[in-house]
């Protein structure tokens, strides 16, 4: 364990205060030997250090000083002010280096000794996590940056302090100001993980959460990355699943004519799908499967509903986050024995 990065076989689900929500999720599962691509959390106290040492605190807090929120076009500029001095302020030397020898890590192969020499520079996800993100009282999810297909040392730095700077978008700066969080105390995990170059990926609910049906698991599927899914901008082949059984009970094609794949360059471009697969099945029996044994692993480990990310590539299941599906509300006793009592008529 560095000064500056913990890798996720150090975290656990507690370590909130140390990788945030996503990080200290991603830990948990790695603790649990479950298919999460290897990666590593540039700590929340990093970003402390990070905005102290080198003064830009002070002139945070000047920036924020007596801001009206509700002030649409003034808090744009001061959001916009603020990103733009954390990101050309340059992060210090002992930071950047431990940052850039840990993705290095990143890409040495075991039994490869040639690559102990000359590690190979992988493709990785940078992604942000705010230590109050994700937990029940406070949903920051989706406030902050997420960077895909990152890849050379000279550009993982400047991916970690693009998703610092995102600690002070428009959004994030209401979302605190109206909560009365105080902006000083919400720090920021940078997550680097290895990117998952998804031919298809989607989203898993342990429950159905249009139903609130405990009974049953919904999995959501596209081909290509899933950023395309979260953004809402294709829609997904729908399967639910009977929980106890692994059955499925029904699936609902959606036509897709286009996702977001990996060219040779590393861009993110969107790309047609083959005619013949756009309307056809995105997952085979043994995905949906191996999925649902995957999401009530996780429900039953964390004793709650989980919201799940996963990625498939060359036919491997990979999970790239998991948290708890804050819609959920459990039956009552009462009602859990009126549907007993219907079932025993």
Same mark, same amino acid.
């Given at each position: 364990?560095?000064?500056?990065?913990?890798?996720?076989?150090?975290?656990?689900?507690?370590?909130?205060?140390?990788?945030?929500?996503?990080?200290?999720?991603?830990?948990?599962?790695?603790?649990?030997?479950?298919?999460?691509?290897?990666?590593?959390?540039?700590?929340?106290?990093?970003?402390?250090?990070?905005?102290?040492?080198?003064? *830009?605190?002070?002139?945070?807090?000047?920036?924020?000083?007596?801001?009206?929120?509700?002030?649409?076009? %003034?808090?744009?500029?001061?959001?916009?002010?603020?990103? %733009?001095?954390?990101?050309? $302020?340059?992060?210090?030397?002992?930071?950047?280096?431990?940052?850039?020898?840990?993705?290095?890590?990143?890409?040495?192969?075991?039994?490869?000794?040639?690559?102990?020499?000359?590690?190979?520079?992988?493709?990785?996800?940078?992604?942000?996590?705010?230590?109050?993100?994700?937990?029940?009282?406070?949903?920051? !999810?989706?406030?902050?940056?997420?960077?895909? +297909?990152?890849?050379?040392?000279?550009?993982?730095?400047?991916?970690?302090?693009?998703?610092?700077?995102?600690?002070?978008?428009?959004?994030?700066?209401?979302?605190?100001?109206?909560?009365?969080?105080?902006?000083?105390?919400?720090?920021?995990?940078?997550?680097?993980?290895?990117?998952?170059?998804?031919?298809?990926?989607?989203?898993?609910?342990?429950?159905?959460?249009?139903?609130?049906?405990?009974?049953?698991?919904?999995?959501?599927?596209?081909?290509? *990355?899933?950023?395309?899914?979260?953004?809402?901008?294709?829609?997904?082949? $729908?399967?639910?699943?009977?929980?106890?059984?692994?059955?499925?009970?029904?699936?609902?094609?959606?036509?897709?004519?286009?996702?977001?794949?990996?060219?040779? %360059?590393?861009?993110?471009?969107?790309?047609?799908? !083959?005619?013949?697969?756009?309307?056809?099945? +995105?997952?085979?029996?043994?995905?949906?499967?191996?999925?649902?044994?995957?999401?009530?692993?996780?429900?039953?480990?964390?004793?709650?509903?989980?919201?799940?990310?996963?990625?498939?590539?060359?036919?491997?299941?990979?999970? &790239?986050?998991?948290?708890? &599906?804050?819609?959920?509300?459990?039956?009552?006793?009462?009602?859990?024995?009126?549907?007993? $009592?219907?079932?025993?008529?």
């Amino acid at each position: 364990m560095g000064k500056y990065v913990v890798w996720f076989k150090d975290l656990k689900k507690d370590s909130i205060a140390i990788a945030g929500g996503k990080g200290s999720n991603l830990g948990e599962m790695t603790q649990l030997s479950l298919p999460v691509p290897n990666g590593f959390a540039v700590t929340a106290q990093t970003y402390k250090e990070f905005i102290e040492q080198t003064g *830009l605190k002070k002139q945070i807090e000047q920036f924020l000083s007596g801001l009206d929120e509700e002030d649409t076009t %003034k808090l744009q500029k001061i959001s916009d002010q603020i990103q %733009k001095l954390i990101i050309e $302020t340059p992060v210090p030397e002992d930071m950047a280096e431990e940052i850039v020898d840990n993705y290095e890590l990143l890409g040495i192969k075991k039994r490869d000794a040639s690559n102990l020499v000359q590690p190979e520079e992988v493709f990785v996800a940078v992604r942000s996590s705010a230590t109050a993100e994700d937990l029940p009282s406070a949903p920051f !999810a989706g406030q902050q940056a997420t960077f895909l +297909n990152i890849k050379g040392k000279e550009h993982i730095v400047d991916a970690v302090r693009a998703c610092w700077a995102s600690l002070f978008t428009a959004r994030a700066i209401y979302y605190r100001q109206k909560n009365k969080f105080d902006h000083s105390k919400v720090y920021l995990s940078a997550i680097v993980q290895r990117m998952v170059n998804s031919e298809k990926s989607g989203i898993m609910f342990t429950i159905n959460p249009a139903t609130n049906n405990a009974d049953e698991l919904v999995i959501e599927a596209i081909f290509g *990355l899933g950023e395309m899914i979260v953004g809402g901008e294709v829609n997904p082949n $729908t399967y639910l699943v009977n929980k106890a059984t692994k059955q499925v009970k029904k699936v609902e094609v959606k036509k897709q004519d286009y996702g977001l794949f990996r060219n040779e %360059k590393g861009e993110n471009v969107k790309r047609d799908i !083959a005619k013949q697969d756009q309307e056809k099945q +995105n997952l085979n029996d043994k995905q949906i499967q191996e999925l649902t044994r995957l999401g009530k692993r996780l429900e039953e480990h964390y004793g709650r509903p989980q919201d799940i990310e996963w990625a498939i590539e060359n036919g491997e299941v990979f999970l &790239v986050q998991t948290r708890p &599906v804050t819609t959920f509300k459990p039956k009552t006793a009462e009602e859990r024995s009126r549907v007993t $009592t219907e079932i025993g008529k």
